[in-house]
């Protein structure tokens, strides 16, 4: 793709901008030196509307931009049921989950599994989620955006996953969460604002200059089809997205799991000046995701609008002809979107598809280390460490991770629809973990042993149901969830004959007190929802 000398002015003042800030807001206040709070919490300093900006950059990324895109352009809309429902779990996080995690002070949420069960169980899940930041979540990030530098720059897969990992590192690793966070509300609006120029020109291209609603109009009488949320069983992409189950299934576990209980989503809530500045947040975070459809998921459908009518592929000339995604390559959609970009405007449109990947890499490198330092490093290697040996090794681990994720991403190569991959493999250990917390939380006759054996027995059970032919992996992580939670009711009346457990969570109508603003806040998402499925069903 082309890139004038204004699109790369853009992209590195981009570059300088978010490093610049970085640093800036990390610095050391005289006579001050960071201590494990500053470093891993912010300081406990945010506010809602830098916590509310910095949960949608932590989440959007090459998945949602390149993987959402592409899942757009294979199946349509109904990916979005990731996007909206994951706006009334964080609802749901804020009013239930938050006041328990806030009141406890915790900075990692293994740790809440020791206050709440055992050292024991903390040690196994913080494993786990170590493993799972690591050899997923940071190596398809990172293939993913370099897969994007790759198609539209020419940039080789490794000089790409390279760049973006020292890109990423240059001000995470000094700065921790301050850093990451503050970035984020920058980077926000570049994702948001990129995002929606991308899908107004992929839309006034469509249509061949007649704005975008004439070409939102064009894509949905070409596909009306592509506009169903509930897909029937003879959709090529019901395994995926396996119809009204989306609603009342497994969809339910991948969101509890990420929004509720992932370290480098929740992070940020637990950095808040209060309570009540998380809860704000959160609401936040939840209109902004009810938007994110129109940026990733439209554009996707239009570019399968656009490759699939031969009078519109003549009409883009030799522009049109590289890297035309097809059969399979469904995640080449969006790269290709964006080298029909008029001149001057790739560069604000390659920013916010680098901030996505950015701000991403940077929030799970952070959480990474937090979990590491937090709760293997101090426990395990080094219980008397000083605040500053706490900062060094969180700045070492997370370099660690970076270098072994740089190794992985490559082998990711071939994956089509990557989201899904994503969603499939953590699907694997997320329903274990949610029936442990949720049980945890609500239960108070769960017991330890019960839940490292619901823990354990999780994967298995998860790894059976993928043996099993013709069960969505939707549904197979609801019936693993629903398993493992059977699993820990039965060892926990068998080993602590029906009574409450002594660690169990005291619950009052006090605690789950929230505001007028968020009550209201809740009220106008939940509707807008009903609307949007009503339109779209």
Known sequence: MEFSFVDIIVFISYCVLIVGIGLWVSRDKKGHEKNAEDYFLASKSLPWWAIGASLIAANISAEQFIGMSGSGFASGLAIASYEWMAAITLIIVGKYFLPIFIEKGLYTIPEFVEKRYSTQLKTILAVFWIALYVFVNLSSVLYLGALALETIMGVPMMYGVM??????AAYSLYGGLSAVAWTDVVQVV???????????LALDTLSDGAGMMAGFKQVWEAVPERFHMILDESNPEFSNLPGIWVLVGGMWVANLYYWGFNQYIIQRTLAAKSLKEAQKGIVMAAFLKLLIPFIVVVPGIAAYVMVNDPEIMARLGELGQVNVPGPGESDKAYPWLLQLLPVGLKGVAFAALAAAIVSSLASMLNSTSTIFTMDIYKQYIKKDATDRQTVRMGRIS???ALVIACIMAPLLGGIDQAFQFIQEYTGIVSPGILAVFLLGLFWKKTTNSAAIWGAILSVPIAMLFKLLPGIPFMNQMGLTCLLTMLVIIIVSYMGGKGKDNEKGIELT?????TTPAFNIGAFAITLILVVLYALFW
Do not use: D, E, P, R
């Open 398 to 400: 997370a370099s660690i």
């Open 190 to 200: 570049f994702l948001v604002l990129g995002g929606l120029l991308t899908t107004y």
């Open 163 to 168: 760049g973006l990992a020292l890109f990423a």
């Open 509 to 513: 109508k006090g605690l789950f007190k």
